[in-house]
């Protein structure tokens, strides 16, 4: 389980300036208070537009840096106060992938396992099973460089799944996807969610309202740094008034713009 109570977060950031001239300062407003409660068994989705908040978000999740306020927790622990504790909790695909492209398909998951406290056997055990799960088979030996977008996505998700999180964190997983890789990432991730799967907690973040619509359990709306509506898809449309989840989406994260 992943909670996130009333994160905030800014930065400085410097505009203006030249060569021998200092810009002036601004602070910038990334997260101003989102919050988000995702339950085991569940895929729990961040929507928003592009610079809402949610890459911020997920990068605190994960520890990569610390909120300014707020509390954020894995299944019990505060991620603040036991990052490591916390990471070896939660999978983590981040928006960009990082794969060793020197290193095979097999070798970049097993390196992430070894990482991870496992046996070499366990991890390349753990690499085959995953392999499968995924249908990537035909490029578990292969090494990283020339894959795919597809592929290279396939082997980040195997990786961040090495060690069997409870908890799997996505940042937009869908970019740059062909259909067919699209398809496949969304049977795995419901296959994880199942009991079969083990009843992950799944946590996504995207600015594509189909992915919601169609993977989604519970969903967050997060707009200019804040979470202004939670709920499921035909609850977020009933809160709207919306017959269409777009227009929905539109009437809860930009309210001032339908007004005018």
Same mark, same amino acid.
């Given at each position: 389980?992943?909670?996130? +109570?009333?994160?905030?977060?800014?930065? @400085?950031?410097?505009?203006?300036?030249?060569?021998?001239?200092?810009?002036?300062?601004?602070?910038?407003?990334?997260?101003?208070?989102?919050?988000?409660? /995702?339950?085991?068994?569940?895929?729990?989705?961040?929507?928003?537009?592009?610079?809402?908040?949610?890459?911020?978000?997920?990068?605190?999740?994960?520890?990569?840096?610390?909120?300014?306020?707020?509390?954020?927790?894995?299944?019990?622990?505060? @991620? +603040? *106060?036991?990052?490591?504790?916390?990471?070896?909790?939660?999978?983590?695909?981040? *928006?960009?992938?990082?794969?060793?492209?020197?290193?095979?398909?097999?070798?970049?998951?097993?390196?992430?396992?070894?990482?991870?406290?496992?046996?070499?056997?366990?991890?390349?055990?753990?690499?085959?099973?995953? /392999?499968?799960?995924? *249908?990537? +088979?035909?490029?578990?030996?292969?090494?990283?460089?020339?894959?795919?977008?597809?592929?290279?996505?396939?082997? /980040?998700?195997?990786?961040?799944?090495?060690?069997?999180?409870?908890?799997?964190?996505?940042?937009?997983?869908?970019?740059?996807?062909?259909?067919?890789?699209?398809?496949?990432?969304?049977?795995?991730?419901?296959?994880?969610?199942?009991?079969?799967?083990?009843?992950?907690?799944? &946590?996504?973040?995207?600015?594509?309202?189909?992915? @919601?619509?169609?993977?989604?359990?519970?969903?967050?709306?997060?707009?200019?740094?804040?979470?202004?509506?939670?709920?499921? &898809?035909?609850?977020?449309?009933? +809160?709207?008034?919306?017959?269409?989840?777009?227009?929905?989406?539109?009437?809860?994260?930009?309210?001032?713009?339908? /007004?005018?």
């Amino acid at each position: 389980m992943i909670e996130i +109570q009333d994160v905030h977060k800014h930065f @400085v950031a410097q505009t203006g300036g030249g060569l021998f001239k200092r810009g002036k300062k601004r602070i910038v407003h990334a997260v101003q208070g989102v919050s988000v409660s /995702a339950a085991n068994g569940r895929i729990t989705g961040l929507l928003g537009a592009n610079g809402a908040g949610k890459t911020t978000t997920l990068r605190m999740l994960a520890g990569l840096i610390k909120p300014d306020a707020g509390h954020i927790g894995c299944d019990g622990i505060t @991620v +603040q *106060d036991a990052p490591l504790r916390a990471l070896a909790r939660m999978g983590i695909l981040g *928006d960009a992938h990082g794969l060793y492209p020197r290193l095979s398909a097999r070798e970049n998951i097993a390196y992430f396992g070894r990482l991870q406290g496992m046996a070499p056997e366990t991890a390349n055990a753990r690499a085959e099973e995953l /392999a499968r799960l995924l *249908d990537m +088979q035909a490029i578990l030996d292969r090494r990283a460089d020339g894959f795919s977008q597809g592929e290279r996505m396939k082997t /980040a998700l195997a990786r961040a799944l090495v060690h069997d999180p409870a908890n799997i964190v996505l940042d937009e997983p869908t970019n740059g996807l062909d259909v067919l890789a699209t398809r496949a990432l969304r049977e795995a991730l419901r296959w994880l969610r199942s009991a079969e799967g083990g009843g992950k907690c799944i &946590v996504l973040s995207t600015h594509i309202m189909q992915e @919601v619509e169609l993977l989604c359990d519970e969903v967050v709306i997060v707009s200019h740094g804040r979470s202004v509506a939670r709920g499921s &898809v035909p609850e977020l449309l009933e +809160q709207a008034g919306e017959p269409r989840f777009e227009d929905a989406f539109v009437t809860l994260a930009f309210p001032e713009e339908v /007004a005018a």
